[in-house]
């Protein structure tokens, strides 16, 4: 297995590399299985950009998962105003 803070390295390494680019919604950490893995999370599936498989040993998933959108919080799952 990977050491985490190499696993950290690449996911910010490709975040500041797509931090711009619109297609891209976010970079972060997962598992498969007992491994480490950094996910890509792509808008859509036209263009994607052109992305490793590996990088320091460490597996690059590139998954579609749409834009995301913060919505405000009006109220509290227990009806409370927030």
Sequence with gaps: ??????????????????????????????????????????VNTEHPPQIEQEIQGVPVRQIVTGRAVAEALTESPHGSVV
């Design 1 to 42: 297995m990977v050491d985490l803070d190499i696993v950290e390295a690449v996911r910010d390494a490709l975040y500041r590399r797509f931090e711009q680019d619109q297609r891209v919604g976010g970079v972060g950490i997962g598992m498969e299985g007992t491994q480490f893995v950094v996910r890509v999370h792509l």
